[in-house]
């Protein structure tokens, strides 16, 4: 898992298992340096319009940022919203991953079971909505 998948992941990961497993990565190990505290502010959401897929602004989100650095490595993390602890909690997980092999394993096994959860409500959301496509015949 390449660290762009695993920060969306963790992005969007329950902010108790996020939280949890920071905590269980700072046991015994040094404390980390906070080179940017969890910050709220707007970001601007750009969507593509699916018929001429052309770009627009759709409006502003609330989202939280962090920045960490772990024994030399840096960990990054957005996530939307206000929930700073959650927030540095990711970071701190990004920053673990890049530093520990060990640690890299937990943080890409609680990415890929919030991978499996995201795929399975997506699949739930398209069952759903099966019985309503319309499928148009040519004549």
Do not use: K, Y
């Amino acid at each position: 898992m390449n660290r762009e998948e695993r920060t969306a992941l963790l992005a969007v990961a329950e902010p108790d298992e996020v939280i949890d497993l920071a905590d269980r990565c700072l046991a015994g190990a040094e404390p980390p340096s906070v080179l940017r505290a969890p910050e709220v502010g707007c970001v601007s959401v750009q969507v593509r319009e699916p018929v001429v897929r052309e770009r627009f602004l759709l409006g502003d989100v609330l989202a939280c940022r962090a920045e960490v650095e772990l024994r030399g490595a840096r960990g990054w993390a957005m996530r939307l919203g206000d929930d700073r602890p959650a927030t540095l909690a990711a970071a701190l997980l990004d920053a673990a991953a890049e530093a520990d092999a060990a640690l890299a394993a937990e943080v890409e096994e609680l990415c890929l079971r919030v991978a499996d959860r995201h795929r399975a409500a997506e699949e739930a959301e398209w069952a759903e909505l099966a019985p309503t496509i319309v499928e148009f015949e040519e004549l």
